[in-house]
């Protein structure tokens, strides 16, 4: 999509999103603990949505990595703390 757009891109978007992956599941973890996996899953989400949508609109190339590290950050945390709680929830007897 975003070469599409024009950009140049190189192996620093891989590190901008793996970065971001990083930075946001530690971020993540914190909020997660504080107001549950599956909202803050659902919060990330939509803001990935956001990011996802937004990068299809051209803008300079320094905001377009904001843009991919925060979508990045938002997208890797989330599956993160959806495993997490998934991994968490106790076992009922209909399990």
């Known amino acids: 999509m975003m070469r599409a ?3 140049d891109l190189g ?8 970065l971001g992956g990083i930075v946001g599941m530690l971020v993540g973890g914190r909020l997660t603990d ?3 996996g599956a909202r803050i899953g659902a919060i990330r989400f939509g803001a990935t949505a956001v ?7 051209h803008m300079p190339l320094a905001v377009a990595y904001a843009v991919v ?8 945390s989330a599956q993160a703390m959806i495993y ?12």
Request: net charge positive; proline share 2%.
């Open 5 to 7: 757009a024009g950009y």
């Open 11 to 18: 192996s620093s978007l891989g590190f901008v999103i793996n």
């Open 34 to 36: 504080r107001f549950g």
């Open 51 to 57: 990011g996802v949508y937004t990068l299809s609109v």
């Open 69 to 76: 590290f925060l979508t990045g950050l938002f997208l890797f």
């Open 84 to 95: 997490a709680t998934v991994a968490a929830r106790p076992l009922s007897a209909a399990d």
